[in-house]
């Protein structure tokens, strides 16, 4: 298999298969040829995302011939058809419709915890790491707040690449953490918010034979955008809004390309609306979409239950901000208290159980439905970005009704009450 080559210092892809795909400045517009190792502009330095130069020759009939999940999409995927990838399975994940009292839409939760980790992350990472395979990479790294270490940590152990995870101390739900060193991860802890252990990778982790794989890497975004890809596949169709939490703001992003993608090649005659929803200690999008400015209201010191968010300066704001521009949608904040309600309904009344970063898309939604944006018969998709045990301390505090018994007959007691009897 060709490898990339040294030519007078420069790393030269030729002959990897990449000819089909180029790069784009999210900012001044710049293109660039395809290089898995290109992060930023070198005209601008704004963050950059993948292209294809020309349509594939595709159809839903030969998607759903394959086997569900990411792969299925394997021809928007900008990694060679003969490239064996790194797998465990992820995507095909279930879309739940939701009956809510009083919402006159009709609603539906993408479920992301049913990945091999517990989270969407497992999408991007599976083409991440494959790339840093291809391009023999020995260690990957990136910053989290905690699901992109598991995955990341996963992934490299499926591939035999070492992991390392920057993660800010004591801002990481406990599951989460358990799942990194499970898989082995090297975990480098540092003092303040995630936005510093960013900034640490970013400046860090640029250089062979380190891969980093967090969301400033276009590559990785490109598996969050098959989200978008299976919405339309089961649905049949695109809805109306796509209610989505944001932290770094590489989801909203990715899932936005993937439904333009579909529009351009001619598999979707519509586009949704596209909603992020940040948490109010952790708005720094969202405060800036209120004023009207398009200029992010950096947070230095973010608060919020919802870990997976607690973002303060979000690295692909730019994109973000696209992404809901684009679409006519917006961005609307929502309260801990708002977040863990929302997480509390979808557990008792839907089933599901979500990490509070998750229910954020709920909250957000209730909120919505209160401002009366929501009208009868639109469909809407709540993205759910995390499993429920990824946070087992958010859950601690929940009410919960829990009774004694001795014996047989003090439990037949108990489910008697429950049944409805005297």
């Given at each position: 298999?060709?490898?990339?080559?040294?030519?007078?210092?420069?790393?030269?892809?030729?002959?990897?298969?990449?000819?089909?795909?180029?790069?784009?400045?999210?900012?001044?517009?710049?293109?660039?040829?395809?290089?898995?190792?290109?992060?930023?502009?070198?005209?601008?330095?704004?963050?950059?995302?993948?292209?294809?130069?020309?349509?594939?020759?595709?159809?839903?009939?030969?998607?759903?011939?394959?086997?569900?999940?990411?792969?299925?999409?394997?021809?928007?995927?900008?990694?060679?058809?003969?490239?064996?990838?790194?797998?465990?399975?992820?995507?095909?994940?279930?879309?739940?419709?939701?009956?809510?009292?009083?919402?006159?839409?009709?609603?539906?939760?993408?479920?992301?915890?049913?990945?091999?980790?517990?989270?969407?992350?497992?999408?991007?990472?599976?083409?991440?790491?494959?790339?840093?395979?291809?391009?023999?990479?020995?260690?990957?790294?990136?910053?989290?707040?905690?699901?992109?270490?598991?995955?990341l940590a996963a992934y490299a152990a499926r591939a035999g690449l070492r992991a390392v995870v920057v993660l800010p101390r004591g801002g990481v739900a406990?599951?989460?953490?358990?799942?990194?060193?499970?898989?082995?991860?090297?975990?480098?802890?540092?003092?303040?918010?995630?936005?510093?252990?960013?900034?640490?990778?970013?400046?860090?982790?640029?250089?062979?034979?380190?891969?980093?794989?967090?969301?400033?890497?276009?590559?990785?975004?490109?598996?969050?955008?098959?989200?978008?890809?299976?919405?339309?596949?089961?649905?049949?169709?695109?809805?109306?809004?796509?209610?989505?939490?944001?932290?770094?703001?590489?989801?909203?992003?990715?899932?936005?390309?993937?439904?333009?993608?579909?529009?351009?090649?001619?598999?979707?005659?519509?586009?949704?609306?596209?909603?992020?929803?940040?948490?109010?200690?952790?708005?720094?999008?969202?405060?800036?979409?209120?004023?009207?400015?398009?200029?992010?209201?950096?947070?230095?010191?973010?608060?919020?239950?919802?870990?997976?968010?607690?973002?303060?300066?979000?690295?692909?704001?730019?994109?973000?901000?696209?992404?809901?521009?684009?679409?006519?949608?917006?961005?609307?904040?929502?309260?801990?208290?708002?977040?863990?309600?929302?997480?509390?309904?979808?557990?008792?009344?839907?089933?599901?159980?979500?990490?509070?970063?998750?229910?954020?898309?709920?909250?957000?939604?209730?909120?919505?439905?209160?401002?009366?944006?929501?009208?009868?018969?639109?469909?809407?998709?709540?993205?759910?970005?995390?499993?429920?045990?990824?946070?087992?301390?958010?859950?601690?505090?929940?009410?919960?009704?829990?009774?004694?018994?001795?014996?047989?007959?003090?439990?037949?007691?108990?489910?008697?009450?429950?049944?409805?009897?005297?």
């Amino acid at each position: 298999m060709a490898v990339y080559r040294e030519k007078s210092g420069v790393m030269s892809f030729d002959g990897l298969g990449f000819e089909a795909y180029s790069m784009k400045c999210v900012s001044c517009g710049s293109v660039y040829p395809f290089n898995p190792r290109l992060f930023s502009c070198p005209r601008c330095g704004s963050l950059l995302e993948v292209i294809r130069n020309q349509s594939p020759a595709v159809s839903w009939s030969a998607w759903r011939a394959r086997k569900p999940g990411v792969w299925r999409y394997r021809e928007a995927l900008p990694v060679p058809g003969r490239v064996r990838p790194v797998t465990l399975g992820e995507g095909a994940t279930p879309l739940v419709d939701v009956d809510l009292d009083g919402v006159r839409a009709r609603v539906w939760v993408k479920f992301e915890g049913a990945n091999p980790t517990g989270s969407f992350k497992d999408r991007g990472m599976t083409v991440g790491v494959t790339m840093a395979r291809l391009v023999k990479a020995r260690v990957v790294v990136a910053a989290s707040t905690g699901n992109t270490a598991s995955s990341l940590a996963a992934y490299a152990a499926r591939a035999g690449l070492r992991a390392v995870v920057v993660l800010p101390r004591g801002g990481v739900a406990l599951g989460k953490l358990l799942q990194a060193r499970l898989h082995g991860a090297t975990v480098v802890e540092v003092d303040g918010s995630f936005d510093r252990a960013m900034s640490m990778v970013l400046e860090a982790a640029r250089e062979d034979p380190v891969y980093p794989l967090n969301s400033f890497n276009p590559i990785r975004l490109e598996g969050q955008k098959t989200i978008a890809y299976e919405i339309v596949d089961e649905l049949g169709r695109a809805p109306d809004y796509v209610v989505v939490p944001v932290g770094n703001g590489g989801n909203i992003a990715a899932i936005w390309k993937g439904f333009k993608e579909l529009y351009e090649w001619g598999l979707l005659d519509r586009l949704p609306v596209m909603i992020g929803v940040q948490a109010e200690g952790a708005s720094p999008l969202a405060r800036a979409w209120e004023s009207g400015s398009r200029e992010p209201v950096w947070v230095d010191e973010p608060k919020t239950v919802a870990s997976a968010i607690r973002i303060g300066r979000p690295v692909n704001w730019v994109k973000a901000f696209r992404a809901v521009e684009e679409s006519g949608g917006l961005f609307v904040t929502v309260t801990d208290e708002e977040i863990l309600e929302a997480q509390r309904l979808l557990a008792r009344r839907v089933g599901l159980g979500v990490e509070p970063s998750s229910a954020a898309s709920l909250a957000g939604l209730l909120k919505l439905h209160s401002d009366g944006f929501l009208g009868e018969g639109e469909e809407v998709v709540l993205i759910a970005t995390g499993h429920a045990l990824k946070d087992p301390d958010s859950m601690a505090t929940v009410n919960a009704d829990v009774r004694r018994a001795e014996d047989a007959e003090s439990l037949k007691e108990v489910l008697y009450q429950l049944a409805g009897g005297e």
